[in-house]
Structures are given as structure tokens and as C-alpha cells.
């Protein structure tokens, strides 16, 4: 445990690599099944045109060259001596296997990109996609993010994800099986999920023996559908404190070894609300204080309901 009171992904890599490690996301110029009629044509009602992609990525440019300008930029800003890839925009396992391979190849072969982490959704891994994945994680520092966002398949059909929690299931048992590590996304604030069942999603994934966790509060961003249902007075966002609430619970809740890689979402330019989701360092701050003020950690009631 660092010294947060929850297993900071970024001390992990520090104690890893000895020093400090950036990731850069990179657009591979993937699309989506949700999004390409395969299974769904209009997308998950929270997505914007970039596929959740991070701001400041360069679609049009190779994998190469936007890590190369991503070096730049973590260098400058950071003082960062290492870097994961982190191929995040769309579903980045959706092509043929020899394709997959030649752009992880690409990442890999830029200097000082000593892992990757390949962002996708739980449908998109078929068997020759995850032996060609528990290749890499041989060979490499490898990382799978799983977009589940909730484990209430009533929410996912809300938000028109196209799976559901046993399709998540059966992908992080079939990882596991291959020794892939797996790290799963959650929204906390969608529509019509109550904070118990927000909760139970860290039950889940101790069953599972996931490895890391990304937690981010709905935002809604530009030109999606949740921004329609938002002016339209149909959605309910949660207030800064609650989030902040939430996210304790969540983790006091959470199996201590697993690796906490994200608290806090950023939607950037194109977010229009809630306004309180800017200020991002904010609200980190605000999470460690109040796991201060209850005196609990990441663990602290696992087991004990
Ligand atoms: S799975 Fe990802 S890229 Fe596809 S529609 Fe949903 S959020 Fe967008």
C-alpha cells in the first residue's frame, strides 16, 4: 500500500520501474462494435465522437508519432523517465490479429514505452485476440481495461452498452485463465442505479480477482445523447460530495491488493456538466481527506458485512 490510503496505481509503477511512469494515449484509428452496426450503431449514450478518447490525441497520425509527441509533452510536464502506451480511444482489440500485433509492435519499438495498456469492451476479445494478448503479457508489461461501467444489466441497457455483466464475466474469467492482467472501468452516477448496487460492483470484482480499477462520475459531454436527456431536466448528476462519498464506500469495500488507476474522469473542453468535475485536484484531495476523517482505507470492510 503506498502511502494513500488506497493502492495508487502510480506508486506501483514507480516501485516497478523506478521512476516515474506516464501513460500516453494513442487513437489507432479503431471503431467500435456499438458503434459500427455490428452490435449497436448509435453508440453508449454517455460517448462523444472520439470513442472515449483522451483529449489531445491525433487521430490521423501513427502510433509512433503520437507517442513521440506524448514523450515530449510527460518529459516536459512531469519529468517522466518511462511509459505505458496506452491505446485508448474505441475498442482496441476490434481488427484481425496481425494487425493488433503490428501496432503493439509499434508502440513497443518507441524508446522508453516499456508496456502497454489496451483499452476495450468485454465482446471484442475472441480467442485468438486474448492468446495473442497473454503473448504480450509475457513479453511485456501489459495491462487489459474492461469498459463495464455498471454491473446492473438494467443500467447497461439504459445506456445502451450491448453487453451485459455476464458477458464481463465470462471475458475477466477467460483473462484470468491466460494470466492477463485486467483492469475495469466503472461510472458511478448513472441513470436510475441506486449507491447499493453502485457498491456491490466492488464485490464483483474481489470475486473476480480483477486487478485494477478506473472510477470516474458521470459527466456529460457534448453531442451525446446523455446531453440531450441532461436538457432535458431527465437526468439526476451526482453532487461533489456524494461522488466523493461514493467513491470511500467503494473502496473501503474494494480487496486491498487490487490497484486503483483512476478517481476522477476528465471530459475536458466538450464536458458541460457537472461543473464540479473540473477541478480534478480538488477532488482528489477531497477523497484522501475524507478517508482522513473516517480513518479507513482502501479494505477496511471487506468481508466484514
Ligand atoms: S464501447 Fe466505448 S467507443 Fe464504443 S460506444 Fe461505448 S464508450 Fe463509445
Redesign the pocket.
Known sequence: MSEKRFNAFTAELRRLFGCRVQRISVDAGF?????DGSV?S???I???GN???AKGIVRDRSVAEQLAHGKEFMIGKYGAGKFLAYFQ???NTYAPVAHLARLYDEALAVPDVVGLIV?T?PDCLPDDVLDLLADYSRKTYLWLEL?L?SSVDRTLVAI???HDTACFVAAAERCAARGIKVCVHLIFGLPGETREEMLKTADLLNQLGIGGVKLHHLHVMKETRLEAMYQQGELELLERDQYVGLVCDFLERLDPRMLVMRLVGDGGFNMVAPAWGTAKFVLLNTIDREFERRGTRQGSSVNKD
Not at 31 to 35: A, F, I, M, S, V
Open positions: 471503431t467500435c462494435p456499438n458503434r449497436a448509435e453508440g453508449c454517455f460517448c462523444g470513442g472515449s478518447g480511444a474505441y475498442s483499452g469492451r469498459g461501467q445502451n452498452r450491448g
